[in-house]
């Protein structure tokens, strides 16, 4: 068997810290959840297309996947999913990072916070020839403040 032709590392710029709203926690609890779905379950490009798409969507796609087009996020995890220890890499780290945002956002709705401030890291799937990212995932929620 070939090699793989694609290898895991920490996104440059990972991790960054940012504040987020509840609704946008809301939105990243649930791509960060479809991002374990897909690499759990095979889904068609179309499939995971018509999942994510959506105008409100738009910007935690490019949050979670790198890409905040839902076909190319279809696409790059098409790219991905016969490479079984690449997926299982990102799948490990966004089931993490899944857990970690849902007890965030029970937070945030159990106290009426309005607002918290996030550090966010992500893993990428990246061509070993080019280097260029094929997919990101976020595999790392760790919590900073929450605001009233």
Do not use: C, H
């Not at 070939?2 to 504040?19: C, D, F, N």
């Not at 409100?56 to 098409?78: H, L, Y």
């Not at 849902?102 to 020839?129: C, D, H, P, Q, R």
Request: charged share 20%; glycine share 8%; net charge positive.
């Amino acid at each position: 068997m070939a090699s793989p032709i694609y290898g895991v590392q920490k996104s440059e710029g990972s991790p960054s810290t940012s504040t987020f709203t509840k609704a946008q926690v809301l939105q990243l609890e649930t791509a960060i959840g479809k991002s374990v779905d897909f690499l759990t379950t095979k889904k068609t490009a179309s499939q995971i297309e018509s999942s994510l798409s959506g105008a409100d969507q738009i910007a935690s796609n490019a949050v979670v996947f790198g890409f905040g087009d839902a076909k190319t996020v279809g696409e790059r995890f098409q790219l991905v999913w016969n490479e079984t220890s690449i997926k299982d890499n990102l799948k490990k780290g966004a089931t993490t990072a899944n857990k970690n945002i849902s007890g965030v956002f029970e937070k945030m709705m159990a106290n009426g916070y309005k607002t918290v401030k996030l550090t966010i890291s992500n893993k990428e799937a990246y061509n070993l020839a080019s280097k260029r990212t094929i997919l990101k995932v976020i595999d790392s929620v760790k919590v900073g403040t929450y605001s009233k």
